[in-house]
């Protein structure tokens, strides 16, 4: 179970009674038995996030028909986005004293032809560009909210807050980031000099600001593990935000799970 969904039979236990929590079941009444009750159509929908499979595999899978799949997914991303929606970290909860390390990323998607503007010429394809900042020790600190793939970093990262201070009366602290996001008072790699190379001290500047910036890579793609933010995204695009932030609050939920509270039983869940 863990390796389709990234989960232990704890932490999806665990989500479950929140979701009966929030969303308690209705008064059963005669007639026939779903073919999936709260529990596997949990786990039916983290397999899909994790995996990104197609309804029908997923359907073979769990010996359901694809229509069933399909409700359960419908039904279950817009629940746990809602239910796990307080794990995740917002502008205001990061701490404005801390140094972050900042990078861009799309998260693509199936081309429309009413969404000219999910086109990244940087990444000539289509997608959202959401932004992520992680600790200096390289923990997952915080993800924006998507914006259409044109967006350039240095927009997305402007638009989303992040670099919004609160008047301390003390000097912000300049986090980290790469050329994207020259100008904007980070720390960031030199360009070189139009026409000239670059100089030998500029040189072991990049290398030295790269050693550091590599943890909010290896962050991103920590995340991306969840494959429905790495490979293109099928369903509606009124879905896709959605869906990533049902991803992200399970991402957050997921690391800091065994550091929070001791697992309760769920009697009521039905398996």
Same mark, same amino acid.
């Given at each position: 179970?863990?390796?389709?969904?990234?989960?232990?039979?704890?932490?999806?236990?665990?989500?479950?009674?929140?979701?009966?929590?929030?969303?308690?079941?209705?008064?059963?009444?005669?007639?026939?038995?779903?073919?999936?009750?709260?529990?596997?159509?949990?786990?039916?929908?983290?397999?899909?996030?994790?995996?990104?499979?197609?309804?029908?595999?997923?359907?073979?899978?769990?010996?359901?028909?694809?229509?069933? @799949?399909?409700?359960?997914?419908?039904?279950?991303?817009?629940?746990?986005?809602?239910?796990?929606?307080?794990?995740?970290?917002?502008?205001?909860?990061?701490?404005?004293?801390?140094?972050?390390?900042?990078?861009?990323?799309?998260?693509?998607?199936?081309?429309?032809?009413?969404?000219?503007?999910?086109?990244?010429?940087?990444?000539?394809?289509?997608?959202?560009?959401?932004?992520?900042?992680?600790?200096?020790?390289?923990?997952?600190?915080?993800?924006?909210?998507?914006?259409?793939?044109?967006?350039?970093?240095?927009?997305?990262?402007?638009?989303?807050?992040?670099?919004?201070?609160?008047?301390?009366?003390?000097?912000?602290?300049?986090?980290?980031?790469?050329?994207?996001?020259?100008?904007?008072?980070? @720390?960031?790699?030199?360009?070189?000099?139009?026409?000239?190379?670059?100089?030998?001290?500029?040189?072991?500047?990049?290398?030295?600001?790269?050693? @550091?910036?590599?943890?909010?890579?290896?962050?991103?793609?920590?995340?991306?593990?969840?494959? @429905?933010?790495?490979?293109?995204?099928?369903?509606?695009?009124?879905?896709?935000?959605?869906?990533?932030?049902?991803?992200?609050?399970?991402?957050?939920?997921?690391?800091?799970?065994?550091?929070?509270?001791?697992?309760?039983?769920?009697?009521?869940?039905?398996?």
């Amino acid at each position: 179970m863990y390796h389709t969904t990234g989960f232990s039979k704890a932490e999806i236990v665990d989500i479950c009674s929140r979701v009966e929590a929030m969303f308690p079941s209705k008064q059963r009444t005669t007639g026939r038995k779903p073919m999936l009750g709260l529990f596997k159509s949990i786990v039916v929908t983290l397999a899909y996030l994790r995996r990104n499979r197609v309804q029908q595999e997923l359907a073979e899978y769990f010996g359901a028909s694809q229509s069933t @799949i399909s409700r359960a997914i419908t039904t279950f991303v817009p629940i746990l986005a809602a239910v796990l929606a307080d794990w995740i970290p917002t502008v205001d909860d990061l701490d404005p004293k801390a140094q972050y390390i900042i990078d861009g990323t799309l998260l693509t998607c199936w081309s429309w032809h009413n969404r000219p503007e999910l086109y990244s010429g940087k990444h000539h394809t289509t997608g959202v560009n959401v932004q992520v900042a992680c600790t200096l020790y390289g923990d997952l600190a915080w993800v924006s909210d998507p914006l259409p793939g044109s967006t350039h970093d240095a927009k997305a990262i402007r638009e989303s807050g992040f670099l919004d201070q609160p008047e301390t009366g003390k000097e912000p602290p300049r986090h980290l980031g790469d050329k994207g996001y020259i100008g904007l008072g980070m @720390i960031t790699p030199k360009r070189k000099p139009p026409g000239l190379p670059l100089p030998d001290a500029d040189k072991e500047y990049n290398k030295q600001v790269n050693q @550091i910036r590599y943890l909010v890579e290896r962050a991103v793609a920590n995340l991306k593990t969840w494959r @429905i933010l790495h490979t293109d995204y099928r369903r509606p695009f009124n879905t896709f935000a959605e869906t990533i932030s049902a991803v992200i609050a399970l991402e957050f939920f997921r690391s800091r799970f065994w550091w929070t509270f001791a697992v309760s039983p769920c009697p009521d869940v039905d398996r």
